[in-house]
């Protein structure tokens, strides 16, 4: 630094005539100058450095004023981060109605694919898309020659067994004449014997005389042998009759069993000609089925089929159908309902359809049938509703055809109600519901049944299980429930318990809650399982 001075100081003193310059631009002032900057730069690092060691050295020894405090305020913190979350308690409900909604789609009353029962070109298509048609129409004719055949062969085969049948009449006829001569006979027969007994008794006695007379002297011994003779012979001729009677009777018999044999005859021939008619019937039911029939009254939807068309018997694998009709003048708007509604579904439910393509549209009526079991595939119950869908003259033909039937089954099931007009107008213009088209029923179920509910906004859901948020000594628990009833405010739930069964396996029981339950009903899965928080209660 001496030396700097110094040197600073001299050339300060005699500066060099050729190199005056302002001092402030000067190298060796700018470099003097860098130098008492890093200088003072470097130790006021040291100043620094120095005071915090003292400061910690001071901090180490002496007792901080500010640090008593501290613990108080960090549990005060802690204290303010818990969180209050939102808890109801169930409520018992009773007679809170539910409306339930879920997809429709509306379907055809019926709807039949008819398909070929024979092989064969197609002859003729007597129908055409929209065209209406009746019950036991043709709509198309395949042609099957060998068909027609067997028809006329059977038909041939009736004729031959009906003549087969009065040739056996005849027999019986000739059989029972035959018999009538028999007994005719034997009426005879019978009295040639009493002649031949008569004659014989006659020449018995004759023959007594003789002997007598002959034994007095009174005739010659040839005289008593001719008598002997003629009563021989008179013994004979009775046995003669008598063994004409036995004969009589015997074709008697004789004829009795061709009567039976004509009349058993008889009986094989109608027999034949029944078996005939069947394989008539047979044969003609086979030629049917080179005629596609309308099965009910409909309008025809598809068609596959032109004349010259080669078609395949559906009966010896698949094959297209050819012709579809549907009967739209009913139909059937049906849903799948989730097995917690199941229970409370019932015939007559009040149910509300909508359609999409309909806006503006809401037609009441009832449920007309449902099925009786919940289908394991997708724990759901199909319901449906039949709607009449044709104009004001046809349903009151329905409604008298209703009435007629003793049994009054005139739809799908055997005690339908006759279904509502789904449009209840005669305008020439109204809508009409088309097979295909979706939308919405919507039931009126009965209530929760005097048990605990909760707001539907306490169940939630994770990885497919339904959970509530309990909340027991000021901390969380998650359990898993099986949601038996919502209306999609309220929720009536069952909680599922895990208990060991005998077999060593766990298995799964349902609990009611209790109604003194703390629920969660806001951000559960924010708040979590096993949380610390603060409850408000809240009342819904």
């Given at each position: ?123 003729s298509v007597n129908a055409d898309i929209g065209d209406k048609v009746k019950t036991g129409d043709v709509l198309a004719i395949i042609d099957v020659p060998e068909s027609d055949q067997d028809v006329a062969k059977c038909e041939a085969m009736i004729l031959q067994r009906q003549q087969e049948l009065k040739v056996s009449v005849a027999k019986l006829k000739d059989a029972k004449a035959a018999r009538d001569v028999s007994a005719a006979t034997i009426k005879q027969r019978e009295a040639d014997v009493q002649g031949a007994v008569a004659t014989r008794d006659l020449k018995k006695r004759k023959f007594a005389r003789f002997q007598e007379l002959a034994a007095k002297g009174s005739v010659v011994g040839s005289v008593v042998e001719e008598e002997e003779r003629d009563y021989l012979s008179s013994e004979a001729a009775v046995t003669s009759a008598k063994a004409n009677v036995e004969r009589a009777r015997a074709d008697y018999a004789e004829s009795e069993s061709k009567i039976e044999a ?279």
């Open positions: 630094m001496t030396n700097d001075n110094a040197n600073e100081s001299n050339s300060g003193a005699n500066p060099p005539s050729h190199s005056r310059q302002p001092s402030g631009l000067h190298p060796l002032n700018t470099r003097r100058t860098m130098r008492r900057r890093s200088g003072a730069l470097i130790a006021g690092l040291f100043v620094i450095g120095g005071t915090g060691v003292a400061a910690g050295v001071v901090g180490g020894i002496l007792p901080n004023p500010f640090s008593p405090g501290m613990p108080k305020a960090a549990a005060s913190s802690a204290k303010e981060s818990v969180p209050t979350v939102k808890v109801v308690r169930p409520k018992r409900e009773a007679s809170v109605p539910i409306t339930v909604d879920q997809i429709a789609t509306v379907e055809p009353y019926y709807r039949a694919d008819l398909r070929a029962r024979a092989s064969g070109i197609v002859r004509a009349a058993a005859d008889i009986e094989l021939k109608t027999a034949q000609i029944e078996v005939a008619r069947k394989d008539l019937e047979r044969a003609k039911a086979i030629a049917d089925y080179a005629r596609i029939m309308a099965p009910f009254d409909g309008v025809v939807v598809r068609r596959t089929i032109d004349p010259g068309s080669f078609v395949q018997n559906a009966t010896t694998g698949s094959s297209e159908a050819l012709i579809s009709i549907a009967k739209v003048d009913l139909v059937t708007v049906s849903a799948k309902f989730p097995d917690s509604v199941a229970p409370s579904v019932a015939e007559n439910t009040p149910a509300l359809v909508t359609v999409d393509d309909l806006p503006g549209v809401s037609i009441a009526a009832t449920v007309t049938r449902f099925a009786p079991s919940v289908q394991n595939s997708d724990r759901t119950m199909r319901v449906e509703v039949d709607l009449f869908n044709g104009d004001e003259d046809d349903y009151r033909r329905l409604v008298e055809v209703a009435r007629q039937k003793e049994s009054g089954r005139h739809g799908k099931g055997q005690n339908d109600a006759i279904p509502v007009r789904a449009f209840p107008t005669s305008a020439a213009k109204s809508p009409r519901l088309i097979p295909g088209m979706t939308g919405n029923i919507r039931l009126t179920v009965g209530g929760f049944g005097d048990s605990f509910v909760l707001p539907n906004t306490a169940v939630y859901s994770r990885s497919g299980t339904s959970y509530i948020l309990l909340v027991k000594d000021g901390r969380t628990k998650q359990v898993p429930v099986r949601v038996q009833l919502t209306d999609g405010k309220t929720v009536r739930l069952a909680v599922i318990d895990k208990r060991k069964g005998a077999d060593g396996g766990s298995r799964d029981v349902l609990a009611e809650l209790t109604g003194q339950e703390e629920v969660v009903v806001a951000r559960q899965l924010e708040i979590g399982d096993g949380a610390s928080v603060k409850t408000g209660l809240s009342e819904w």
